[in-house]
C-alpha cells in the first residue's frame, strides 16, 4: 500500500532564509509526487509534480523539491523564504503501478515564516 | 479553463438528518472525480472517488455514500449524520488516464450538531 510521512508537524523560519519541508513515501511501483499548499478555509493548490527525469522540479511561486529515489523522499524547497509562505503544506503520492486513480497525502506540515 | 464548483461553503445540521452536498466540474470531460475529508485542518482522507458515470469507489466504509449521475457531477450523501461525520469535504477532479495534479474546489464545513 502507499503511504506518505511529513515527519514534522510545523516548521519555523525566517524571512529570507531557505526553507525545507520534509517528504518521505512509500509506494509498490513508481510514484508520481506532487506537492500541495492550503491556505485557511480553502482547498488545496497544486505547486509542483514528479513525474520522470530531472531530479529537482520546479514549481510555482518559487518552489523547487528534490526526488531522491534512493532515500524515497520528495523535500521542498525555497532559497528565501517570504512571510505569505504562511501555510499548510502536503505532500501527495500517486502509485501509477495500481492504476494510479488514488492520491494519498500525508498528515501536512505547517509553515510558519516570520518577518 | 476547467472550474470546480462546490457547495455550500459551510453548514450546519443536527445528528440524524440527511446530507448532500454537490461538485460540480466545468471544462473538461471525463474527469476522475474524488471526495476527500480532512478533520481538524490536516491530514486528508480519501473518501470515494469515481473514473466514470456509475462507478463509485469507496475507500473507507463509513456513513457515507457517494453517486456520479452525470459526467461532470460527484455528490456526496448521507441518510443519517453522526457527530463524527463533521469536517472539512473537499472535492476534487483530474484529468483521467494521466498525471495531471488533483484540483480542488474550496470545501465545504460541516458542523453536525
Known amino acids: 500500500a502507499q503511504s506518505v510521512a511529513q515527519p514534522e508537524d510545523q516548521v519555523n523560519v525566517a524571512e529570507g532564509n531557505p526553507l525545507t519541508v520534509k517528504c518521505t513515501y512509500s509506494?509498490?511501483?513508481?510514484?508520481?509526487l506532487f506537492w500541495y499548499v492550503q491556505y485557511p478555509n480553502r482547498g488545496l493548490q497544486f505547486l509542483l509534480k514528479?513525474?520522470?527525469?530531472?531530479?529537482l522540479v520546479k514549481g510555482s511561486y518559487g518552489f523547487e523539491a528534490e526526488f531522491n529515489k534512493s532515500q524515497t523522499s520528495f523535500h521542498l524547497k525555497k532559497p528565501s523564504a517570504l512571510v505569505s509562505d504562511s501555510a499548510l503544506y502536503f505532500c501527495?503520492?500517486?502509485?501509477?503501478?495500481?492504476?494510479?486513480?488514488?492520491?494519498?497525502f500525508g498528515a501536512g506540515t505547517r509553515l510558519f515564516v516570520k518577518a | 479553463s476547467q472550474t470546480i464548483h462546490q457547495w455550500p461553503a459551510t453548514l450546519v445540521q443536527p445528528v440524524g438528518s440527511p446530507l448532500s452536498l454537490e461538485c460540480t466540474v466545468e471544462?473538461?470531460?471525463?474527469?476522475?472525480l474524488y471526495w476527500y475529508r480532512q478533520a481538524a485542518g490536516r491530514g486528508l482522507q480519501l473518501l470515494f472517488y469515481?473514473?466514470?458515470?456509475?462507478?463509485i469507489s469507496s475507500e473507507v466504509p463509513q456513513n457515507l455514500s457517494a453517486s456520479r449521475p452525470q459526467d461532470r457531477q460527484f455528490i456526496l450523501s448521507s441518510k443519517k449524520l453522526l457527530l463524527s461525520d463533521s469536517g472539512f469535504y473537499l472535492c476534487?477532479?483530474?484529468?483521467?488516464?494521466?498525471?495531471?495534479?488533483?484540483?480542488f474546489g474550496n470545501g465545504t464545513r460541516l458542523t453536525v450538531t
Open positions: 476534487a477532479w483530474t484529468q483521467s488516464g494521466g498525471n495531471s495534479p488533483l484540483h
Open positions: 509506494v509498490s511501483g513508481n510514484p508520481y
Open positions: 514528479y513525474i520522470t527525469g530531472d531530479n
Open positions: 501527495a503520492v500517486r502509485d501509477i503501478g495500481t492504476g494510479g486513480f488514488k492520491t494519498i
Open positions: 471544462g473538461t470531460s471525463n474527469p476522475n
Open positions: 469515481s473514473v466514470g458515470i456509475g462507478q
